[in-house]
């Protein structure tokens, strides 16, 4: 198995974790929880800010011992756009499950920005259309450079049975703006229906690093640096969580020159 590639845990609780240290990088943090009716997961940010995303059900939040409410409206990650919580540098945060929960925790570097503990709404997230024919995905942009932060960006997107995604590929392992950021990148796969499948592949021009991956529901992929093309198998939904931080809070990407030629098709 690609050593790019985290399998979800079984059962209940955070089924996955990816750390600055687990991961061999600098910058995301990822945890995934999962939560039955009566169940809480909570933590601290420390020197990290941290995004709280309700993938799935509803749970009421408190952080810095501020009762949020009761957040989360949608069952699958397929309906409707989600809700989330943004925490800075030194924030305490609890979630307790008023339903089943699938609750995700992305990390980054907290940059003293002294900003506020705020609930992010699906009324204040923007969407959008990517691509076209069997390319077309529809993003909902969470937390994206034109919004407050100081290091995370985070985004999902749903990508239709049959159709390719993170495509033509594109990379962001670069220092190098106003061409091209450094972005690390985890990817929270989800399936519906949940038997099917996918495949993803990270690789670098030079194929130091070219790793083929079956994704399934509840995968974790690793982005480190290189292309990361992803495709959905024909009569089943993808849906994917990105986490993306950095040293500058910025995507700017570089298209593989090879492939660039699909943007104008």
Known sequence: MSKLLIKAAPGKGRVAHVTPESAGWTYVGFDLHKLDEGQSASGTTGDKEVCLVFVTGKGRVVANGDDLGILGTRMSPFDGKPWSVYLPEGAEWSVAAETAVELAVCSAPGLGGGLPVRVISPDDLGQETRGKGTNTRYVTNILPENEPADSLLVVEVITPGGHTSSYPPH????DNLPAESYLEETYYHRFHPPQGFGFQRVYTDDRSLDEAM?????????????YHPCAACHGYDLYYLNVMAGPKRTWKFHNAAEHEWLMKA
Request: glycine residues 12%; negative net charge; without cysteine.
């Open 171 to 174: 990379k962001h392992d670069q």
């Open 214 to 226: 079956a994704i399934e529901d509840g995968d974790v992929v690793m982005v480190p640096k290189g």
